[in-house]
């Protein structure tokens, strides 16, 4: 198994029998934090069971709950992350505080966990996406069910990345004051900075959540 940066090798055949691309495995963490907020979703034989983990914060409604009031026909509790010790629960277990809880539903149910965990669930329709790269090139992909506009100040990067991306709207501009204004950034549900300079990405995203 091999780890890349670039997905320039992965048509090529090196005799490796898998390729990991750390630039698709952003976009997919990136987009299943946009599906729910959850910590951990893992699918098994095609979608017909599901691992969902949460974490119980301190507001949550499951504090003091016992394991069997949070058992449904749907989904069941598999698992609790205590501290250091991972437990298989009984119906008594009691949930705590910090406690990492994991269900196993048979499809997929990450709404009906957040409505049980007392999180609202927020559907995301209009994407910022700030920064040309690979990783932006992959999150096109993953959010193609999204309306999707991207920003970037390298004039060349937009126009390639335009004619190859034509459903979404290309910028060439970074993200100020005045974009956000003219642009019409407020009525956009979430920026994703994917800059190749860090600092770019954390001004961005204070700046446009503000």
Do not use: W
């Amino acid at each position: 198994i091999s780890r890349i940066k670039s997905d320039n090798y992965t048509q090529v055949d090196l005799g490796i029998d898998d390729i990991v691309t750390t630039s698709e495995l952003a976009a997919k963490e990136v987009r299943r934090l946009l599906d729910g907020d959850v910590t951990d979703s893992f699918e098994f034989d095609d979608g017909i069971f599901n691992l969902v983990g949460l974490n119980i914060d301190p507001k949550s409604c499951l504090i003091g709950k016992c394991i069997s009031d949070v058992n449904y026909d749907y989904m069941t509790v598999a698992a609790v992350l205590s501290g250091n010790r991972t437990i298989l629960p009984t119906e008594e277990e009691t949930l705590k505080e910090g406690d990492h809880i994991y269900f196993l539903s048979k499809d997929n149910n990450v709404e009906k966990v957040e409505q049980i965990c007392g999180k609202r669930h927020i559907n995301y329709k209009n994407i910022i996406i700030n920064g040309i790269n690979d990783i932006s090139t992959y999150l096109v992909k993953e959010l193609n069910d999204m309306h999707i506009k991207v920003f970037d100040e390298d004039a060349d990067k937009c126009r390639e990345f335009s004619n190859q991306h034509t459903d979404c709207l290309v910028i060439n501009s970074q993200i100020n004051h005045e974009v956000i204004d003219e642009e019409g950034l407020s009525n956009y549900d979430c920026i994703i900075s994917v800059n190749e300079n860090t600092d770019k990405n954390i001004i961005s995203c204070l700046l446009s959540k503000k």
